[in-house]
């Protein structure tokens, strides 16, 4: 969180996710006055332990400096239930007082990878031979 680049909307989060390996990769947003390439802490926090090979997400925390705890966006989501839908999210206030939530409870009714025609698409892998999860 202390490292996030929110010159605009002020707010300021951070994520960490546990992998599989009990390695911790963090994340945070990155903001961008053209605002659409702005990305939020959870999926800098995915996208870099996709990249780095770290394994399955196992949890993933996410803290603000509002004083609140703060669910992820639709877009984080979304993207959580195509890499991470069996994590935990633990919400954090910054303050010492959390709430853990699933996946599934924040996006009940998901798009994913079972409602594409698959049988079309080239196997989904990263480099490593990986899938999400």
Known sequence: MKLAHAPYSGFRVGAAALVDSGDIVVGCNIENAAYSPSICA???ALFSSWAQGKGKVEAIAIV???GATAAPCGVCRQVLWELARDAELILEDGKGGYLIETVR???PR???PEDLDVSKLPPRQGADGRQPS
Request: aromatic letters at 8%; proline letters at 8%; glycine letters at 8%.
């Open 64 to 66: 603000t400096a509002s």
């Open 110 to 112: 998901p798009f994913g």
């Open 42 to 44: 959870e999926r800098v």
């Open 105 to 107: 409870n924040l996006l």
